[in-house]
Antibody, heavy 118, light 113 residues
């Protein structure tokens, strides 16, 4: 079955950096685009970034452009999110999600919490 | 950016009774390929989101048939024919027609009266 396991979250000071990972299993990772989404504590869902299966297309929400970088290693079935210049408003649970080629995000991981605080 | 507006934001429901959630978009979600990319997600307390409905009215695998989606253009609805206790949670609509960015509604909290 499809499994997505995020890791790398934690507490970081404003201006700091963190790299999140998403380990995929149960499907052919190299054939699927992948997304990062987030949810601030007690708030709604926000889409953050997308990378096509082969890296040919990358998109970001405006609020993270220039600060976050999505990448993937298809040989390791792993998706990454490098987060730099972190701000308080980046505090959230970060989810990775698979794109099903049909209508978008069909499976989500359990999430990893990022807290930006001094 | 496409703005998605859900109503109501809170929905107390009696077990066994129907429930309906509305989602409106700030522009038509009909894509140039003729499809309408409007999806619904359920987020139970303490869990990650689960997709229930894709492209307006298609149920994902394993989703009970008491859940149904309908609508067109800018107006969409998620209906639960008979609410069960396991349906408690927050429901989100999401559009993936005009992106980036992909955008969600604010969420509708379904609770049992």
């Amino acid at each position: 079955q499809v499994q997505l396991v995020e890791s790398g979250g934690g507490v970081v000071q404003p201006g700091g950096s963190l790299r999140l990972s998403c380990a995929a299993s149960g499907f052919t990772f190299s054939r699927h685009g992948m997304h990062w989404l987030r949810q601030a504590p007690g708030k709604g869902l926000e889409w953050v970034a997308f990378m096509q299966h082969d890296g040919s297309r990358i998109n970001y929400v405006d609020s993270v452009k220039g600060r976050f970088t999505i990448s993937r290693d298809n040989s390791k079935d792993t998706l990454y999110l490098q987060m730099n210049s972190l701000r308080g408003e980046d505090t959230a649970v970060y989810y990775c999600a698979r794109d099903d080629h049909v209508a978008g995000e069909d499976f989500w991981g359990q999430g990893t919490l990022v807290t930006v605080s001094s | 950016d496409v703005v998605m507006t859900q109503s109501p934001l809170s929905l107390p429901v009696t077990l066994g009774q129907p429930a309906s959630i509305s989602c409106r978009s700030s522009q038509s979600l009909v894509s140039s390929d003729g499809n309408t990319y409007l999806n619904w997600f359920q987020q139970r307390p303490g869990q990650s989101p689960r997709r229930l409905i894709y492209k307006v009215s298609n149920r994902d695998s394993g989703v009970p048939d008491r859940f149904s989606g309908s609508g067109s253009g800018t107006d969409f609805t998620l209906k639960i024919s008979r609410v069960e206790a396991e349906d408690v949670g927050v429901y989100y609509c999401m559009q993936v027609t005009h992106w980036p960015p992909r955008t969600f509604g604010q969420g509708t909290k379904v609770e049992i009266k």
